[in-house]
């Protein structure tokens, strides 16, 4: 029985304008109205996946963000809370020359981007009150000196023709106690050691009394993989990479042709019980 629904957004829930479908409001509505636990999960800032829970859907849910670093309930209560040491992004940062990368760090609302190629973008959003230019790696690494900001993630982010150096570079932190996962073809995130989408689940299974076996789960990336190989019902989207779609339970459509309303109309059909 699916009592939980847990959703990526970027190349799942939302479409390549980064909006999400009416059909995917209405089927995530009416899934809700049922009696389903709701939840996005995603890599985003808690602002950003606000901004959808108030603009878009208009429901309650749980919001999972920075890969499950943060998790606020349908309450606003934050019940998970796991920033980066800031020793270790200080180490990130120092340990090897990114100037040639763009380099972000995600606090809990604010992304700090210093990109050597002046387009200062993350790979979703532009410039704006909450996505803030840095000039160099100093920068980022005295912002990390303030008390002030906890950083929840860092970011990475190449053109194609560096990224195998950027790989080298990035498998030269792996000692350290921290999580990489890949969310875009040239775009690695850092977390915690054990931070991960999954985790944040397994803490919400833990609160909610919801078995992990009642849990679907829908994404299309490396950072989604676990949870979509952990959950009872794990859903890769069609336009997910192929080791997601290698441990999913079932395929759906892709992220723009609705490919998240028409699985869970399919669970409100009672197909699955």
């Not at 972000?104 to 387009?119: A, Q």
Request: negative net charge; contains cysteine.
């Amino acid at each position: 029985m699916i009592e939980f629904i847990g959703t990526d957004l970027d190349g799942t829930l939302l479409n390549s304008y980064s909006r999400i479908s009416s059909k995917n409001v209405q089927a995530i509505r009416d899934a809700v109205n049922s009696g389903i636990t709701f939840a996005i999960c995603s890599g985003r800032t808690l602002h950003s996946v606000n901004k959808f829970f108030e603009n878009d859907l208009k429901i309650p849910g749980y919001r999972v963000v920075l890969n499950g670093a943060v998790v606020v309930d349908p309450n606003g209560e934050r019940i998970v809370d796991q920033p980066l040491s800031h020793d270790i992004v200080d180490e990130i940062l120092k340990r090897t020359e990114f100037n040639n990368f763009k380099v972000v760090l995600d606090g809990l609302n604010d992304v700090h981007i210093f990109d050597p190629r002046h387009s200062f973008t993350t790979y979703f959003e532009g410039m704006s009150r909450h996505h803030i230019k840095a000039n160099s790696i100093s920068d980022l690494i005295k912002l990390n000196d303030s008390k002030d900001f906890d950083v929840y993630k860092v970011c990475f982010s190449c053109e194609p023709k560096k990224l195998h150096e950027l790989q080298k570079r990035l498998e030269s932190l792996t000692s350290l106690p921290i999580t990489i996962s890949r969310s875009g073809s040239y775009y690695f995130e850092i977390n915690g050691q054990d931070i991960t989408k999954l985790s944040a689940l397994q803490r919400i299974s833990e609160i909610s009394k919801i078995p992990m076996k009642n849990f679907m789960c829908f994404g299309d990336y490396g950072n989604d993989l676990n949870m979509v190989k952990e959950a009872g019902y794990g859903v890769a989207m069609e336009n997910a990479i192929d080791s997601v779609k290698d441990v999913a339970w079932k395929i759906t459509g892709n992220n723009n042709h609705d490919g998240v309303a028409k699985m869970v109309q399919r669970v409100l059909n009672k197909e699955f019980e």
